[in-house]
């Protein structure tokens, strides 16, 4: 299983990011994709998640700001990030579960500055 999370960068507060995960070695249709980020001296925390079916979850602190969405023809799944906070600052990942194993891709840098 392989997942590659892009799309990270340098954004000024208020502005926008869209990250992009792309999988391989799953039968992506069927599975939950998740999104989580680690801020610099923090634990890694759940930003959302998408089902199979295209519901999306989020965490408190990213509701109405973020959303999840995926593709399964292209194999990715999104997060558009709006409304960016310096506290949004981190390393963005995605994960997948299969066969009881989590997998997780590399990260990508998201930087917002004040």
């Known amino acids: 299983v392989q997942l590659q999370a892009s799309g990270g960068g340098l954004v000024q507060a208020g502005g926008s990011l869209r990250l992009s995960c792309s999988a391989s070695g799953i039968n992506f249709s069927i599975h939950t994709l998740g999104w989580y980020r680690q801020a610099p001296g923090k634990q890694r925390e759940l930003v959302g998640d998408?089902?199979?079916?295209?519901?999306?979850n989020y965490a408190d602190s990213v509701k109405g700001r973020f959303t999840i969405s995926r593709d399964n023809v292209r194999r990715r799944t999104f997060l558009q990030m709006n409304s960016l906070k310096p506290e949004d600052t981190a390393v963005y990942f995605c994960h997948v579960v299969r066969t009881g194993r989590a997998f997780w891709g590399r990260g990508t840098l998201v930087t917002v500055s004040s």
């Open positions: 998408i089902s199979s079916g295209g519901s999306a």
